[in-house]
C-alpha cells in the first residue's frame, strides 16, 4: 500500500515538474533567443541553449529605432485608463446586481456573461463604423471598446465577493446614519478589496494584451499599443525574430512583475468569495 501510495506521488510529481517545464520554456526560449543574432537563429546554432555570440543589438534596436518605448507608454495609459473605469463601472453594476432583489437576476447574469462569448471579430466592423463616424480613430479612446473583453469578468467576479459580505453590516451603517454611497466605499468597498485587486490586475492584463482592436481602430503609429507594435518588427521578406524576441522580453516584465508581487492577492481574491459560509 505504501509503495503504491509513493509511486502515485512520484508519478504526480513528474508530472507537475513536466508540465512546468513545459509551461516555462516557451518564455525561456524568447529570452534566449532576443540575444541571438540572424545568422544564430536561423542557421546551425538555433537550438543552442547558450549564444555563440550573444549580443544587445536586438534589445538597442527596438528601444532607439522601433520606437518600443512609445508603445510601452501608450499601454501603460491605455491599461491604466482602462482598469480604472473598468473597475468603477462594474463595482456600481456588481453591487446591484448582488444587494437588489430584480426579476430576472439571473438572466442578466447570463447576458453578461454571453456578450464575453462573443468573437471579437463580430463587434469589431460597428465599432470601427461607429469611431470613424465620431472621429474617434487614432486616439485613446480605444479604452472605450476594451469593456466588451473586460467588463463581463470584472462584474461576475465582482458580484462573487459582494454576495460574501453579510447585509447585516450595511443595515447597521444605515441605521448610523451613512448614505448608499458611503456605504458602498467605506463599508462594502473595503471588505471586497481582495475581489477588487485580484479584477483591477486581471482588467490591466488583458487590457496590455488586446491586439486586434487597436490594430483595426488605431492605425496612426503612434497610437500603436505593445502587441501591434510588435506585429510590425517585420520587413517585406522576413519577420525580424531577434528584434520581435528583444521587444517580447521587455514588455513582458511589468506584467511578470504584477503577477511576482501580488500573487498572494490575486489568489485570495480569486479563492476569497468561493465559499459560502
Known amino acids: 500500500?505504501?509503495?503504491?501510495?509513493r509511486t502515485l506521488k512520484l508519478t504526480i510529481t513528474v508530472l507537475i515538474i513536466m508540465y512546468l517545464i513545459a509551461m516555462f520554456f516557451p518564455f525561456l526560449w524568447i529570452f534566449i533567443t532576443s540575444f541571438k543574432t540572424s545568422g544564430e537563429i536561423f542557421g546551425t546554432g538555433a537550438f543552442r541553449f547558450i549564444p555563440d555570440n550573444p549580443t544587445i543589438q536586438n534589445f538597442v534596436k527596438v528601444l532607439v529605432e522601433k520606437g518600443i518605448l512609445n508603445a510601452i507608454k501608450t499601454s501603460l495609459i491605455v491599461a491604466t485608463s482602462t482598469t480604472v473605469y473598468i473597475v468603477l463601472v462594474a463595482t456600481?453594476?456588481?453591487?446591484?446586481i448582488s444587494r437588489f432583489h430584480f426579476?430576472?437576476?439571473?438572466?442578466?447574469?447570463?447576458?453578461?456573461?454571453?456578450v464575453?462569448?462573443?468573437?471579437?471579430?463580430?463587434?469589431?466592423?460597428?465599432?470601427?463604423?461607429?469611431?470613424?463616424?465620431l472621429g474617434w480613430t487614432n486616439s485613446y479612446a480605444i479604452i472605450l471598446p476594451y469593456s466588451t473583453i473586460t467588463l463581463?469578468?470584472?462584474?461576475?467576479?465582482?458580484?462573487?465577493?459582494?454576495n460574501q459580505i453579510p447585509l447585516a453590516l450595511e443595515e447597521s451603517a444605515k441605521?448610523?446614519?451613512?448614505?448608499?454611497?458611503?456605504?458602498?466605499?467605506?463599508?462594502?468597498?473595503?471588505?471586497?478589496a481582495p475581489g477588487v485587486f485580484t479584477t483591477a490586475i486581471i482588467v490591466f492584463i488583458a487590457a496590455w494584451n488586446e491586439f486586434l482592436l487597436t490594430i483595426t481602430i488605431n492605425a496612426n503609429k503612434a497610437y500603436h499599443t505593445v502587441p501591434v507594435a510588435i506585429s510590425f518588427l517585420r520587413t517585406q521578406f522576413e519577420i525580424l525574430w531577434g528584434e520581435?524576441?528583444?521587444?517580447?522580453?521587455i514588455v513582458t516584465i511589468p506584467t511578470l512583475l504584477i503577477v511576482l508581487f501580488f500573487q498572494k492577492q490575486i489568489v485570495s481574491g480569486l479563492t476569497s468569495g468561493g465559499v459560502k459560509e
Open 175 to 192: 441605521i448610523d446614519g451613512a448614505t448608499p454611497l458611503q456605504t458602498l466605499f467605506k463599508i462594502v468597498f473595503p471588505l471586497a
Open 92 to 96: 456600481f453594476a456588481a453591487y446591484a
Open 103 to 114: 426579476r430576472g437576476k439571473n438572466v442578466l447574469l447570463g447576458v453578461i456573461l454571453a
Open 244 to 249: 520581435v524576441a528583444a521587444a517580447t522580453t
Open 1 to 5: 500500500m505504501d509503495n503504491s501510495k
Open 152 to 162: 463581463p469578468m470584472a462584474v461576475w467576479i465582482l458580484v462573487t465577493h459582494f
Open 116 to 133: 464575453s462569448m462573443f468573437p471579437q471579430m463580430i463587434i469589431i466592423g460597428p465599432v470601427y463604423n461607429l469611431f470613424l463616424d
